[in-house]
């Protein structure tokens, strides 16, 4: 019965401690993440800094390293609070094999006693011969046969449960020098964050003292966010309306057919199995009325939360919906704004067919259609694909351009069902 505790208890802390350490282990690869992501934006801020006149992309990397400092400390966090956990059951089970180890001693310790004092083959016999009657002296025999047994089994079990318990106070020991690295890293990032952000506010008062120009650069900007949002907006309703025509088209000729061939054979029209594109229809329907459109509307919708961010290695300057920056600007953002290195590979997040490329104030827009979804990918250097192509999944469509007067390489990605736009947080997969 005793082993079967053992070995529940066993099961028990080995379940627990995998979803440990399958936590531990994800926290791990995030903070390894932050840590490369940190490197690389100091290698930026470092290259910004040597120069002599202070500019808008020594603030946009300070913010963006303050920021991933911040999440990286969480995360250290999280990681201790772990440990602490994996430590506290690590030491109750250390406790619980030693008080076995200790039992299974005292029982052993007792049989051999046992053993020691009927060692002679005379008083084996006399305890068998003392029987009262032969069934007694049977089973006093099968005794003694069966407590030899049952001692060298015991004797495989103090041996079990001592290796267990060595094992165990390893990995606690493992665990206290892991949380205690973590926590020494922890205040040198929290020592490295708070120069960071007296550096922030060196910068803004050296930015302050160019106001003027910065709220310009700003506003243009916005205005150039604005105007390709617009566009976006009437590329998708000019592929509706096109959508539309198309479909009430080809419904106006099947019926004319259809009614063709009834006069012919001197019969009733038979009224169409399938609804119809009408002026009543909606943006969905319209959308989705050919069955490969209506399959890869399905498709894109199957992966939300699973596609691929724009470029392959980048960091979200802003999210979606409205803002407000140091310079006291409001913004009203339609999408993700990612920073990534100059001259990065934008690339397509789903296969679908490129609807729009055009130039917005000196830089370039692709809008790619999936079904009733559209991707838009603005403030491209450059571009490699065409209206009408098919693109596929993570295929190149483009570079990113650089802003001349930050210095900065960022994609804006919008993303819509329809003429709706929606928040790419809820369909990219985590970076």
């Known amino acids: 019965m005793k082993f079967f505790r053992t070995a529940f208890l066993f099961i028990f802390v080995f379940a627990a401690t995998s979803v440990l350490a399958q936590s531990s282990s994800e926290l791990k690869r995030r903070r390894d993440k932050l840590t490369d992501e940190l490197e690389q934006l100091n290698q930026e801020y470092q290259e910004t800094a040597s120069s002599k006149k202070v500019s808008l992309k020594q603030l946009n990397i300070l913010k963006a390293q303050i920021n991933l ?157 604005a105007k390709t949002t617009r566009e976006i907006t009437n590329a998708i309703r000019k592929e509706i309306e096109d959508a539309r025509r198309e479909a009430e088209a080809k419904a106006a000729a099947a019926a004319k057919a259809a009614a063709a061939k009834a006069k012919a054979e001197n019969r009733e029209v038979v009224a169409p199995t399938k609804k119809a594109i009408t002026k009543t229809s909606s943006n969905s329907e319209v959308l989705n009325a050919t069955p490969e459109a209506a399959k890869l509307s399905n498709d894109f919708l199957g992966n939300r939360g699973r596609l691929p961010w724009p470029v392959a290695n980048g960091q979200l300057v802003h999210g979606f919906g409205t803002y407000t920056d140091s310079e006291g600007i409001r913004n009203d953002n339609p999408g993700y704004e990612i920073r990534t290195p100059t001259g990065a590979s934008v690339r397509a997040v789903f296969e679908g067919e490129v609807v729009k490329v055009m130039d917005v104030s000196g830089t370039y827009l692709v809008i790619i259609k999936h079904g009733e979804y559209f991707t838009a990918y603005s403030n491209l250097k450059a571009v490699n694909v065409a209206k009408g192509q098919k693109v596929s999944t993570k295929q190149a469509i483009g570079t990113v351009a650089t802003d001349p007067s930050s210095g900065e390489a960022e994609v804006i990605f919008a993303l819509y069902q329809g003429k709706t736009v929606v928040n790419p947080k809820l369909w990219l997969a985590d970076n």
């Open 69 to 225: 400092r911040e999440e990286k400390i969480t995360n250290i966090n999280a990681e201790v609070r772990n440990l602490d956990n994996q430590i506290s059951q690590s030491s109750n089970t250390v406790r619980t094999l030693q008080s076995q180890l200790d039992q299974l001693k005292k029982e052993y310790a007792g049989m051999v006693l046992f053993a020691y004092r009927n060692q002679s083959a005379y008083n084996k016999l006399m305890f068998i011969f003392a029987g009262k009657d032969f069934n007694q002296a049977y089973r006093r025999l099968k005794y003694l046969q069966q407590f030899g047994t049952y001692r060298e089994r015991q004797a495989g079990y103090i041996q079990g449960t001592q290796k267990d318990l060595n094992v165990k106070i390893v990995e606690l020991d493992k665990d206290k020098k892991q949380k205690s690295n973590l926590l020494t890293e922890q205040e040198k990032e929290k020592e490295t964050l708070g120069k960071e952000k007296n550096n922030q506010v060196k910068v803004i008062v050296d930015l302050s003292k160019h106001q003027g120009e910065l709220k310009k650069q700003q506003k243009d900007i916005q205005k150039k966010i």
